[in-house]
């Protein structure tokens, strides 16, 4: 039994909550069985607020719905949420960071919003349970990618690809890159940021089944991945890429602005900030090499959810979350917000001041139309195990190539350490 402070505590909790999410289920939002008011909980910038508040005001002038958006900082999101699902107390519609097992048998089912042909909405990236249910469809997308330091390489006079057709291979673009830091004298070749999705962006380029998890939970560990991670653990040779960003987190940001690396293997989010931080040389989006999968590793900007509060609710959530991924609407919401979007066939133009990121922009899309869909494989699986309530925790796969780099293991080992973690925790 709870102590008595306990309930005390429990109870402010709820009664916290209930005031936060002010028309959830049961709340003053609804009117004999019409909804007037929805509650939508995300957590974003002010500059993306905007985009989500700018439809919440279309969605009233048409359905005299009010949408109250609730914007709450990253990391207390996930937390709210969970207290609120288990004090049934959960907002309309939510973009939420991940899937939660907590709330996800709570969710408005949006199988009939993403089958709706109009939409165009990427099938490739949708996440479905067994049965067919949809918990979440996403927000927008990000994708990883290669940028160049273009001043050195228009210093070299050495071209690099723009279009994913003509895209080159890592041998391909590694001898450029050693020719422009030659010629123009950088530093290094290249910078990788030191993650496991950028990881798995470049095994997948590889033509290897990285992490593709089997029927039976494991994941591979075959000869062709060990040798593919050896190839990358072997750039690490503080020549073509500083040991340093694996083994003891120096930052490739802030090496690729010194302006003494030739190029960064990143994602599209940097675009925006090197167009406003980036003042002393000119830079670029290239194409990803392909060797020889065009792929890249397509994640989640943000999960868009509706609860079943009730049958009413619910029905109101879903017909909010259906006018969202309207066309029209959609279009409106990535351009303002300048997100990548999930559906196809937009007249999109970003209101950039930087032609470099109006371009990396455009090039991004068209690496993620012609990325295999293993591209997406991560992204997909990630929400699967959490409607099966499965939670993977900290990824050892940075600090184990960390290991790798620094000769302490062999890519075997540090493959076969990496899929038992998972195998243990979501297998």
Same mark, same amino acid.
């Given at each position: 039994?709870?102590?008595?402070?306990?309930?005390?505590?429990?109870?402010?909790?709820?009664?916290?909550?209930?005031?936060?999410?002010?028309?959830?289920?049961?709340?003053?939002?609804?009117?004999?069985?019409?909804?007037?008011?929805?509650?939508?909980?995300?957590?974003?910038?002010?500059?993306?607020?905007?985009?989500?508040?700018?439809?919440?005001?279309?969605?009233?002038?048409?359905?005299?719905?009010?949408?109250?958006?609730?914007?709450?900082?990253?990391?207390?999101?996930?937390?709210?949420?969970?207290?609120?699902?288990?004090?049934?107390?959960?907002?309309?519609?939510?973009?939420?960071?991940?899937?939660?097992?907590?709330?996800?048998?709570?969710?408005?089912?949006?199988?009939?919003?993403?089958?709706?042909?109009?939409?165009?909405?990427?099938?490739?990236?949708?996440?479905?349970?067994?049965?067919?249910?949809?918990?979440?469809?996403?927000?927008?997308?990000?994708?990883?990618?290669?940028?160049? +330091?273009?001043?050195? !390489? $228009?210093? =070299?006079?050495?071209?690099? #690809?723009? %279009? &994913?057709?003509? *895209?080159?291979?890592?041998?391909?673009?590694?001898?450029?890159?050693?020719?422009?830091?030659?010629?123009?004298?950088?530093?290094?070749?290249?910078?990788?940021?030191?993650?496991?999705?950028?990881?798995?962006?470049?095994?997948?380029?590889?033509?290897?089944?990285?992490?593709?998890?089997?029927?039976?939970?494991?994941?591979?560990?075959?000869?062709?991945?060990?040798?593919?991670?050896?190839?990358?653990?072997?750039?690490?040779?503080?020549?073509?890429?500083?040991?340093?960003?694996?083994?003891?987190?120096?930052?490739?940001?802030?090496?690729?602005?010194?302006?003494?690396?030739?190029?960064?293997?990143?994602?599209?989010?940097?675009?925006?900030?090197?167009?406003? +931080?980036?003042?002393? !040389? $000119?830079? =670029?989006?290239?194409?990803? #090499?392909? %060797? &020889?999968?065009? *792929?890249?590793?397509?994640?989640?900007?943000?999960?868009?959810?509706?609860?079943?509060?009730?049958?009413?609710?619910?029905?109101?959530?879903?017909?909010?979350?259906?006018?969202?991924?309207?066309?029209?609407?959609?279009?409106?919401?990535?351009?303002?917000?300048?997100?990548?979007?999930?559906?196809?066939?937009?007249?999109?133009?970003?209101?950039?001041?930087?032609?470099?990121?109006?371009?990396?922009?455009?090039?991004?899309?068209?690496?993620?139309?012609?990325?295999?869909?293993?591209?997406?494989?991560?992204?997909?699986?990630?929400?699967?195990?959490?409607?099966?309530?499965?939670?993977?925790?900290?990824?050892?796969?940075?600090?184990?190539?960390?290991?790798?780099?620094?000769?302490?293991?062999?890519?075997?080992?540090?493959?076969?350490?990496?899929?038992?973690?998972?195998?243990?925790?979501?297998?």
């Amino acid at each position: 039994m709870k102590s008595s402070k306990s309930m005390l505590a429990l109870a402010g909790g709820v009664a916290a909550l209930a005031l936060l999410s002010g028309c959830a289920s049961g709340g003053s939002g609804s009117n004999g069985g019409k909804v007037d008011q929805l509650t939508f909980w995300l957590s974003t910038s002010a500059a993306q607020e905007k985009g989500y508040q700018d439809l919440a005001d279309s969605y009233e002038e048409q359905t005299g719905v009010t949408v109250k958006i609730v914007n709450l900082p990253y990391d207390g999101l996930q937390t709210k949420l969970r207290e609120s699902a288990q004090a049934n107390s959960l907002p309309d519609v939510v973009r939420a960071a991940g899937i939660d097992p907590i709330w996800t048998g709570k969710t408005v089912d949006l199988s009939s919003i993403v089958d709706d042909g109009a939409n165009k909405i990427d099938q490739d990236i949708i996440a479905k349970e067994k049965d067919g249910k949809i918990t979440s469809i996403p927000s927008d997308v990000t994708a990883a990618g290669l940028f160049v +330091n273009k001043s050195l !390489f $228009d210093k =070299a006079g050495v071209s690099y #690809p723009t %279009d &994913p057709s003509k *895209a080159w291979t890592w041998d391909e673009f590694l001898q450029k890159a050693e020719t422009v830091k030659a010629k123009a004298g950088a530093k290094y070749d290249l910078v990788f940021d030191s993650s496991p999705s950028r990881l798995r962006a470049y095994m997948f380029t590889k033509g290897t089944d990285f992490m593709q998890q089997e029927q039976d939970g494991s994941f591979p560990t075959n000869a062709k991945i060990v040798r593919a991670l050896q190839d990358f653990a072997d750039m690490n040779d503080d020549e073509t890429m500083p040991k340093s960003v694996w083994t003891s987190q120096q930052d490739p940001n802030a090496l690729f602005k010194s302006g003494q690396v030739v190029a960064y293997f990143s994602g599209v989010w940097q675009s925006s900030d090197f167009a406003s +931080n980036i003042t002393d !040389f $000119d830079w =670029a989006s290239a194409a990803t #090499p392909a %060797d &020889p999968t065009h *792929a890249t590793e397509i994640n989640y900007g943000g999960n868009i959810v509706g609860f079943e509060n009730s049958d009413t609710r619910g029905a109101a959530a879903k017909k909010f979350i259906a006018y969202m991924y309207e066309p029209k609407n959609y279009a409106k919401l990535v351009t303002t917000n300048g997100f990548l979007p999930v559906e196809s066939g937009l007249d999109i133009t970003y209101p950039f001041e930087s032609q470099a990121a109006k371009d990396s922009f455009a090039l991004y899309q068209k690496e993620i139309e012609a990325a295999a869909p293993i591209s997406s494989s991560y992204a997909k699986e990630s929400a699967r195990w959490g409607v099966e309530g499965k939670e993977l925790g900290t990824d050892p796969t940075t600090a184990e190539v960390g290991k790798l780099i620094n000769g302490q293991q062999s890519a075997k080992q540090t493959l076969e350490t990496i899929t038992k973690y998972y195998e243990d925790h979501v297998g």
